[in-house]
């Protein structure tokens, strides 16, 4: 790369992070008005949960001390100027702070999520590009029809047959949670208890995204065996091996870079319910709990933390795709 | 004379279709699936006389027996009347929110696409944004602030919150279309803006329209399993979801009561994908979603 693509490539990154600023703002307006239009007081709510009833004076009190008795937009404004301060105000459950709450359950499901992509990443494109070569043949049918069923059932569904099947009858995995309850372990063994914990959820999640990483890899290969540069390829008497791989499966990496970055959103959603069933302590269990008690400043924290997860995961995407691909040069 | 043309083209057009998505075996499997579904809804009543709510006492998590098919759940429910009846929330939800979702996404779409220009692009910016958040995690946020959750109030939420999809695929369509040459002579002809809309452009952007709403079908069967299983549905409804989370807690004594409606959940989806590729492949339509 010459000094002046360079250049262009580091103002083409500046120009994509500058675009994510509004984006979020816009976003964390979505999700504040979504809140906003409940019916029903926040204060009362968060007093019918707590099971108690103080006077109305009492109430008047804290909506005053939280802001409440604000117009609207005075509210958002404090709200959004507090959450760039990294406060996300406090649970009404626990009265925890919402920015540490999420702080302990971040990184369970970042990785959560990855596992689930490289098992995702690693089996389908071997098997995307196996049924790609073989075209219409009885492995290539069987591989399709899996996939088929992959992305038909609902994922939730599948948890409970694998826990049914794994954890229950044949006593392999876990059940639930992310560590032995009870035990200390040396730290080895403690990683490994925890990774032995992940297994099956992360098989769970990676389901439905194996499934349509396969129908993309296979499709693009099958997409890319039809150019001329192929036919080209083989009559220079290259070996089969060769095309397929240096020549063909390079340029299916253009769109899977595209669609794995595009399904970080679909992934996180997928592993809300999935987190809820293993009891997973991440952000999604704490979401579906926090919408079952109406929790509202912990499932507005959530949300903004999984928009911006996924703007930035957008970001990465489209630059990776200017640095790969041959055609776009700034 | 001329009409006689345009509709023997477009006979050819359906008939052409028609021929390419019945050789193609999945589609018909679809078809089928889909078809037996919408049966099993209509005729609930005949199918499964049992009431699904009904609570037998004397028979708690009892297995597949002849006087009760699939077993009963936890409370004593009849999983096959269940299942059967479970139809009728699962496609009325759906279809509902394919409704709005069409209407909404019509209307945004059509607009954007035929004017463009500043309004073109404010109108996307906020498509984009609805697209950041995952479905299931606004779906999530909006359903937990209602202090009503009845099968009407979740199929309007799940319309409203995916419109940007219908929007995207409308608006593409119209831009592209609105340039050809047939548009611009029935513009010059001094056809009203509304009647190009109507006449020249929707009838032509019908594919990619029908291909999406039946893939969305299947999303949003899914979307309202997934809620009534995580307790965020409607808690009175006959719901796939509700009986799956059921039996969540028996898995070991009682595998019948999650199996069989996921199996509900399942097939359906599946029909509706195997049609919705069908479709896509008859009509020769490209959707950027896989």
Known sequence: MDGLTEVGLKLYVVQRVALIIPLFFLTSLIIFSLIHIAPGDPVEIMFATAGSRPGKEVIEQIRTSLGLDQPIYVQYAIWISKLLRGDLGFSYISRRPVALIIGERFWYTIELMSFALVISLLTAIPLGIVSAVRKYSAIDTAFSLFALFGYSMPSFWIALILISVFSVRLGLFPIFGAHTIGESFSAINYWMDHIYHMILPAIVISTTNTAYFFRLVRGSMLDVFREDFITTARAKGLKERVVVYKHAFRNTMLPLVTFVGLSIGFILGGAVAIEFIFAWPGMGKLAVDAALQRDYPVLMGVSMIIAAMVLVANLVTDVIYALIDPRIRY | ?290
């Open chain 2, 1 to 290: 004379m001329s009409k006689n043309k345009v509709q023997a083209k477009k006979a050819g057009w359906i008939y052409t279709s028609w021929r390419k998505f019945k050789r193609s075996k999945a589609s018909l499997a679809g078809a089928i699936i889909v078809a037996i579904v919408v049966l099993m809804a209509a005729f609930a009543p005949v199918i499964a006389p049992k009431n699904p709510r009904r609570l037998h006492f004397g028979a708690v998590n009892r297995p597949p027996s002849p006087e009760f098919w699939l077993g009963t759940d936890n409370h004593g429910r009849d999983v096959f009347s269940f299942v059967v009846w479970g139809s009728r929330v699962s496609l009325l939800v759906a279809a509902g929110a394919v409704l709005i979702e069409l209407v909404i996404g019509l209307v945004i779409g059509v607009f954007a696409g035929y004017l463009g220009g500043k309004m073109d692009n404010v109108l996307m910016r906020i498509t984009d944004l609805f697209l950041t958040l995952p479905p299931i995690v606004l779906l999530i946020v909006a359903v937990s602030m209602l202090r009503v959750r009845s099968i009407i109030v979740i199929m309007a939420i799940m319309g409203i919150l995916t419109w940007p999809w219908m929007t995207r695929v409308v608006r593409s369509q119209v831009m592209s279309l609105k340039e050809l040459a047939f548009v611009e002579s029935a513009k010059s002809m001094g056809a009203s803006d509304l009647r190009v809309i109507f006449k020249h452009i929707l009838p032509n952007s019908l594919s990619p329209i029908v291909v999406l709403t039946t893939l969305d079908l299947a999303w949003f069967i899914l979307y309202e399993a997934t809620l009534s299983f995580l307790g965020l549905g409607d808690p009175t409804a006959v719901s796939w979801g509700t009986l799956i989370n059921s039996g969540r807690l028996y898995l070991t004594t009682a595998w019948w009561t999650s199996t069989f409606p996921g199996l509900a959940v399942f097939f359906t989806i599946l029909g509706l994908n195997l049609l919705g590729d069908g479709l896509r492949d008859a009509l020769d339509v490209k959707i950027g979603r896989v």
